[in-house]
């Protein structure tokens, strides 16, 4: 008998793999069925989240840090001579939003060559159209995949600081926040609210001028809270990535969180369930109110109503709420 | 009798637009009553949406930008004795959320502060907590609040690129990205999703090294498209935000989108209207299933059983739905 994807994804086959990953970026029903079937063998990887304004420099950062998991995923591996096509390491590159063609802008054809030829690494770019989450989700549900498929260790990269992003990174296991020194306004990066969310602070490009003066301003801002006894101050770690500089530092600094929250990290888990379980929920709801509830066309002609200011927004989805409620 | 708050609003007091967004931030149930009220009385304002990477020099360029619109309306408001403290250029600077402090890391505070003693001129951060696109509802509702108050031309500001400042930036009547040059890495700047959403191009600090091969990147990744004719093509316009250079041509394009799309303006605000209702109906779908249906603690049972791998969050999801839909 043929192999069902969900059986070829938890073998590890980076085809099945990849073709899972694509039916949850096109929404397509089957990927619900999909996260069903692999959702009991997952929860076992380490997912690092990555993010940080543009031209900080991620996509190198991520690279080396690839490149270190992947060493000491190697070292394990070569002992399991069963499955020796199966990736160690995963990377999700979250792309915003493009609206009108839908994808990934450059997406991972300019980036990650060095691991192109390395079955042990299994990269993707992620980018949707749907709203209320869309890209959390597929972000989450990737994941999963890839977790299901025995990688030991994903990295979610954001390249943008908006709220999704921000609540992507934040449902990571590891939160990293990558700044840069030089754009001359520290405080433009340090005011995009990615303060909060580290639990390690990068300072990449460190050869370059500014960047102690952005460890301190770092630095000064972690003062303005007061840590109690035992609990984790964010570290700031001074990297460059082009040289691999400081990498073996960051490794060692993830290593350390991952040790002192063993106990937190179900907190954090919670937070990510929950945060995918409400978009889902949400989600669902507005596909049933379209297909089920409303009329083709119908919601075209309430939003117009409320467009040209015949009915408020308020009162329009109340109506919609107790129509959908009703049935 | 004391005029209610929405009178107040509609009269153009500062103090009444100010208490209004509060409301609006703080999701105060108020708020909905408020929009109701007021939302017969908007639909005037221009909507100027300007996004791009932090470090980009948005908050300077805004600055020169209000300036320019206040000058405009002076001399309007001048024959309107009537009115001499409605403000006629209001700002609404869209900072990611903080997930633990929940409001603007710096806010309003390090800014704007030449137009402080301006009262025709009212300037505001928004931050929320909310989950399910409620950065989006509360700029949207501020935006109206501003809106009906007479304010002529609201800009908002998104210092995040990621999907919510997008989807906030398309739905203004005219979408401003701003780039900058010598981050080194242009790249990074054109993949953030915002290339195609642009209206207007600026390129900031053009005095900067690497201002002219930027233009032409963007230039060059505009000519992928093929334009028809009379369809609009985004100009790219340089500007040096700290000295004012650029601006006046900025204003000029910005007048010009405005009069080429007279018409096309009636479908982003069909747009504007569906992703607010849309946001509003699930965001309503979601109180009323923690409110009315499930028993306190119950959802966080829920997700603890999906945290722990005891059930798929698609399953619980439709769970959920089914149960809110039965009543």
């Known amino acids: 008998m043929t192999p069902t994807l969900g059986e070829r994804v938890l073998a590890g086959d980076p085809r099945a793999i990849a073709r899972a990953i694509s039916l949850i970026e096109d929404e397509d029903p089957a990927s619900a069925e999909l996260v069903r079937a692999i959702f009991g063998h997952t929860g076992r990887a380490y997912l690092v989240g990555v993010t940080g304004p543009p031209g900080a420099g991620k996509s190198t950062l991520v690279d080396r840090l690839v490149a270190a998991f992947r060493a ?4 394990v591996q070569t002992s399991d001579a069963a499955a020796p096509s199966r990736p160690a390491v995963g990377v999700i590159a979250v792309d915003p939003t493009s609206p009108f063609s839908g994808g990934a802008v450059l997406g991972d054809r300019l980036r990650m060559q060095a691991h192109a030829q390395d079955p042990g690494v299994f990269i993707r770019s992620m980018a949707t159209r749907g709203h209320l989450g869309g890209l959390a989700r597929a972000t989450g549900d990737a994941a999963l995949v890839l977790d299901a ?3 030991e260790t994903i990295v979610i990269e954001t390249v943008g600081v908006g709220q999704d992003e921000v609540d992507i990174i934040r449902t990571a296991d590891v939160a990293i926040v990558t700044l840069v020194p030089g754009t001359g306004d520290e405080v433009q ?6 303060m909060e969310i580290a639990d390690i602070f990068v300072v990449n490009k460190a050869d370059r001028e500014g960047a102690d003066r952005l460890v301190s301003a770092v630095d000064a801002n972690l003062a303005l809270h007061s840590y109690a006894s035992g609990e984790w101050r964010p570290p700031i770690v001074k990297t460059v990535a082009t040289s691999g500089a400081g990498v073996p530092e960051l490794v060692s600094a993830i290593g350390a969180f991952r040790e002192h929250s063993r106990g937190v990290q179900t907190s954090r888990r919670k937070a990510r369930s929950e945060y995918r379980l409400r978009e889902l929920v949400a989600q669902r709801f507005m596909s049933h109110l379209e297909r089920e509830v409303l009329a083709t066309g119908e919601l075209a002609g309430i939003v117009d109503r409320v ?6 927004p308020y009162t329009a989805a109340n109506d919609l709420l107790t ?4 049935r």
């Not at 467009?307 to 408020?312: K, L, P, Q, Y």
């Not at 129509?323 to 009703?326: E, H, K, N, S, V």
């Open 323 to 326: 129509r959908a409620l009703r």
């Open 72 to 75: 000491g995923a190697r070292a």
């Open 307 to 312: 467009a040209s200011r015949e009915v408020d």
């Open 149 to 151: 498929a025995g990688v």
């Open 189 to 194: 990066a340090l005011k995009a609210g990615i």
